[in-house]
């Protein structure tokens, strides 16, 4: 039964540009608060200046998925005076694929008849049953879109490969729920880098952390700084000024990762970070090994530090490790440091 | 190429395993081997050269013979001994070379060189092996350089002083004795001199410190605060009972609290200490005496007294007290330390409780949802064990369809009420952008109104002209249409000659017909002359015996025959005529056709003429009007 599934739809919009050259929020179902309609609006490539038409953008904001596919008007249509239109889904689960093909079907559905009662018939189907009928004779099936497929269709061998020994400092920022920036002047860029990040910490297959498209205003900072540790892209390069949002930098088109001051005590490295980076870098540069082997090799050696770990918080009392604990082993001091900030971030810590 | 042998390595510099191609060319064998070598060769000797055995550079002489020279000058100018026979001879056999090579090696490691070298490695110029040994050996030899720099230059020196001198060493020896007796002297003024000693019936000290202590004591020093010893020079005073100073002139130091432990301790060790007999010796009881007692309490109160008397005065006497001032200045600089470090404590100690205030408010927090999950999972226990009972997947279903059913609810009255929300927002956006074109001055809508109507009636007179327009092209339509009837010279001929074709199909087939008709008439008379004749003879037949039975008969038949036969020749001869006639019509009319014809030949003839002259015409026209025109 696709009950379960489809509650984690929200919403649907829509928004057009017409001949004039107006954007409009034309309508949704059932309803998207003001704060939200103003952030879609702004995210939804036809509110911007430029003529550049980005097919398909994903973001989140206050833990609402949202995906707006946008397209250009056609001959034939029943569209009159619409040059483009978006669709925005939002929903409460992460997965791009499976959003941008439903938000395909109803993109044709739309632009064919010309009202969105056809459309919501589709989306109400989408919602009770699970799958909807499209244009070519096929369907929409949501089962065939599973979260765990979402959560690998990222590319982690282009991410090691591209910054080789310095993605363990991603790895450890990852790690320590710390705050990661990410900046590229192409959104498709960054939603394609930022996507895959969270799979460095595959053990807790949290990708609320994931904020792949922010802008610097206010509303948006104030729901990112809400989350302790996050991974955030940027299109605007205002944001490497902006060193009280991060504690890692990381600069896309100039392959550069960078760590903030008020960071680098926590972010120490030694030894036993050596030893994952290699293996990332091993795993990633094998050229038979697919993406998720890679991801299943990172999450392999995760679990042995935190088996690690909690076999050390098990020697203490009420199963929470101390700092005298970790004293106690004698680590050489970047490991006791990151092991202690690991600890806290595992909720190992005697608080 | 020795692939398969067991000695793999081709020596470099042998021609062992050379190959020869068909025409007897050495075949160069390139292995990846030889060209590393050769690059660490090349190392090698910059090496050396840097090093500054100058020989590797002599182009003649053979890379072993470079090798192995610079590495023994390497070893002897490391200070070893190396037993080597330096005058090479140019073709050494394997077994001197060998000798050679292995002598080096055995001084190595009493180098305690780390790389490890085989002898057959340096004589088969295995320079890959060879570079890490030549490179340390380098390294040694100029640090052995810089280290023995000195003593080199000042034996040389010494050398140099054996049997010359400079003017200044002159000047030197001069001076020498003068100087010597000044500084012995000086050393001797300013000599420590021990002031106590130590009885012999106090016992040995135990521990270093205290021993160390009760020596600098003796000679009069305290150890640890004051930059002078202040309690000796009062022991002194009161030893000599000369009339002291008056303490605010002593230089005392001002930490009290400090002297008062150090008291203790001194007051300890300097009892089992007695003055030098070289001093006032008959105060010995007394001073000891002195010392046990109230000498802490007097020193405390001349320290304090100095303090008031060394802040009222300070300004007067800067500058004999400089020691003083330093240390009251390190002193004042500390003290500020301390305060910013108690201030920090404090901020960081402030910092550190709301945190922790913080932490606490987060883990109430946490407590409570705990609770409240606690409580959900209580309740959701229950609904199981009441859920039990019934069947589960047809439960299953009915939760789903009823969960789905809720949320369609809920989400069509959320739909309304946004619509009725967005309607609203809509139309207020709809005022407002009517609200901001309304608010036009006078003076912009009468522009506004002008506008239009110039507008209105530029687009009338547009209509207009373009209706005239239609209608003069329609006329002119017409009239083209008209002039294109009338035929042009060659469509004329083109149509004459078009008529004379169609005429003469027109006429062939005209005449075929009529000859269809004459033919048609002719076989016609002829059918009918041949019925007749059948008839005729039939008649005959049929009457021929009738007749034949009478006379009478017979000769009416004979008649009849007769008659018919002058019938038959009047016929033909009317025939005969009619067709003579038709012949001299036809002669006639042939007659005609040929005249006709000479009529259209002359025609021709003429018109032809008629071309050649009007040609002669334009031709003597041309060459008139060229003439006229130059």
Redesign the interface.
């Given at each position: 039964m696709a009950g379960v599934e489809t509650q984690l739809m929200l919403s649907v919009g829509l928004i057009e540009k017409d001949v004039n050259g107006d954007v409009l929020w034309v309508w949704c179902y059932p309803s998207v608060s003001a704060e939200l309609r103003d952030v879609l609006l702004s995210k939804c490539c036809l509110t911007l200046d430029s003529s550049m038409l980005h097919t398909f953008v994903f973001g989140q904001f206050s833990r609402t998925w949202y995906y707006i596919t946008t397209v250009e008007v056609h001959e034939p249509t029943a569209l009159k005076k619409v040059t483009h239109f978006s669709i925005v889904l939002t929903a409460k689960d992460f997965n791009p694929e499976k959003y941008a093909a439903f938000s395909r079907v109803l993109c044709r559905m739309y632009s064919k008849h010309g009202s969105p009662v056809r459309m919501m018939e589709g989306y109400i189907a989408v919602l009770t049953k699970g799958m909807c009928q499209n244009d070519e004779n096929g369907s929409f099936l949501v089962k065939d879109y599973d979260a765990q497929k979402a959560y690998l269709a990222g590319s982690i061998k282009d991410v090691v490969s591209q910054f080789g020994m310095e993605s363990i400092i991603l790895y450890t920022a990852l790690m320590l729920k710390k705050r990661v920036v990410v900046h590229h002047p192409r959104i498709e860029a960054v939603l394609e880098f930022t996507r895959v990040l969270p799979a460095l910490t595959w053990h807790r297959k949290d990708w609320s952390i994931l904020h792949p498209y922010v802008h610097l205003n206010e509303r948006e900072l104030e729901s990112l700084r809400l989350c302790t540790g996050y991974v955030a892209g940027f299109v605007d390069p205002e944001i490497s000024n902006r060193s009280d949002l991060f504690d890692v930098y990381v600069n896309l088109p100039d392959s550069e990762i960078t760590v903030s001051q008020n960071a680098k005590e926590a972010m120490l490295m030694g030894k036993l970070h050596r030893d994952v980076g290699l293996l990332m870098v091993q795993s990633a540069e094998h050229a038979d090994r697919t993406d998720s082997q890679v991801i299943k090799d990172i999450s392999v050696k995760t679990k042995e530090i935190l088996a690690n770990l909690t076999s050390l918080a098990e020697e203490c009392e009420n199963s929470k490790i101390t700092l005298e604990t970790l004293k106690q082993r004698r680590f050489p001091p970047a490991t006791e440091s990151f092991l202690f900030h690991l600890a806290a971030a595992e909720q190992l810590l005697k608080i | 190429m020795a692939a398969t042998s067991v000695f793999s390595r081709v020596r470099t510099g042998s021609k062992i395993g050379a190959q020869y191609d068909q025409e007897g060319n050495l075949i160069q064998v390139e292995t990846r081997e030889d060209e590393e070598q050769n690059i660490k060769l090349s190392e090698i000797l910059d090496l050396l050269l840097a090093a500054g055995y100058f020989r590797a550079r002599i182009k003649g002489l053979s890379p072993f013979d470079k090798v192995v020279g610079g590495m023994t000058w390497c070893i002897t100018t490391c200070n070893f001994d190396i037993d080597v026979d330096l005058l090479f001879q140019e073709n050494s056999t394997i077994g001197q070379k060998i000798a050679l090579t292995e002598k080096i090696v055995s001084v190595l490691p009493k180098m305690k060189c780390p790389h490890r070298l085989e002898p057959h490695q340096i004589q088969g110029l295995d320079f890959i092996h060879i570079f890490p040994v030549v490179q340390w050996l380098v390294k040694r030899a100029i640090e052995t350089r810089e280290e023995m720099g000195d003593y080199i230059r000042s034996y040389s020196v010494a050398q140099f002083q054996k049997t010359h001198s400079t003017p200044e060493d002159d000047e030197f020896m001069q001076r020498k004795e003068k100087a010597i007796r000044t500084v012995v002297h000086v050393s001797d003024v300013y000599k420590p001199q021990r002031k106590y000693k130590r009885q012999v019936d106090a016992g040995k000290l135990i521990d270093e410190e205290s021993r160390v202590h009760s020596t600098l004591l003796e000679y009069g020093r305290r150890y640890g605060f004051s930059k002078q010893s202040k309690e000796d020079k009062v022991e002194d005073r009161k030893l000599s009972q000369a009339p002291g100073l008056p303490p605010g002139m002593t230089e005392l130091s001002e930490e009290e609290d400090l002297q008062a432990a150090e008291e203790l301790r001194i007051k300890t060790l300097m009892t089992n200490m007695a003055a030098m007999a070289t001093e006032e010796g008959r105060l010995t009881a007394s001073t000891v005496g002195h010392i046990v007692g109230l000498q802490s309490e007097e020193i405390k109160q001349i320290a304090s007294e100095y303090a008031e008397k060394m802040e009222r005065s300070a300004e007067d006497r800067p500058e004999r007290y400089g020691p003083a001032q330093q240390h009251r200045r390190q002193m004042a600089s500390l003290n500020k330390q301390i305060q910013q470090k108690t201030k920090q404590l404090e901020e960081l100690h402030a910092k550190h409780l709301e945190v922790q205030a913080g932490?606490e408010e987060a883990?109430i927090k946490l407590l409570e949802a705990s609770e409240l999950t606690d409580k959900l999972e209580r309740e959701l226990g229950a609904l199981e064990e009441v859920e039990s009972l019934a069947d589960s997947s047809i439960l299953?279903?009915l939760r789903?369809?009823v969960?789905?059913n809720e949320?369609?609810k809920?989400?069509?009255?959320?739909?309304r009420?946004?619509c009725r929300?967005?309607m609203a927002r809509l139309q207020q956006g709809i005022e407002g952008l009517k609200m901001e074109s309304g608010e036009d001055t006078e003076d912009e809508k009468e522009r506004n109104q002008l506008i239009e109507k110039q507008y209105k009636t530029d687009r009338d007179k547009l209509q207009k002209i373009r209706l005239l327009l239609a209608r003069r092209n329609r006329e002119i339509a017409i009239l083209q249409r008209k002039i294109d009837e009338v035929p042009s010279r060659a469509e004329l001929t083109q149509y004459q000659k078009r008529f004379i074709e169609l005429y003469g199909q027109v006429s062939a087939t005209h005449k075929e017909t009529k000859q269809f008709f004459t033919l048609y008439n002719t076989l016609d008379d002829k059918k009918v002359f041949l019925e007749k004749e059948v008839n005729l003879l039939n008649s005959i037949h049929d009457n021929f015996q009738q007749a034949m039975a009478s006379s009478g008969a017979k000769e009416q038949f004979l008649r009849q025959m007769e008659q018919i036969v002058e019938g038959i020749k009047q016929n033909r001869i009317k025939m005969e005529k009619k067709k003579q006639e038709n012949k001299m019509r036809r002669d006639q009319l042939n007659d005609e056709y040929l005249e006709l014809l000479e009529k259209q030949r002359l025609y021709f003839k003429t018109v032809k003429d008629f071309k050649e002259e009007c040609r002669k015409n334009e031709m003597l026209l041309s060459k008139l009007r060229a003439k006229g025109a130059s």
């Open positions: - | 932490c883990k299953e279903k789903a369809l969960a789905m949320n369609l809920s989400q069509e009255q959320e739909f009420t946004h929300e967005e």
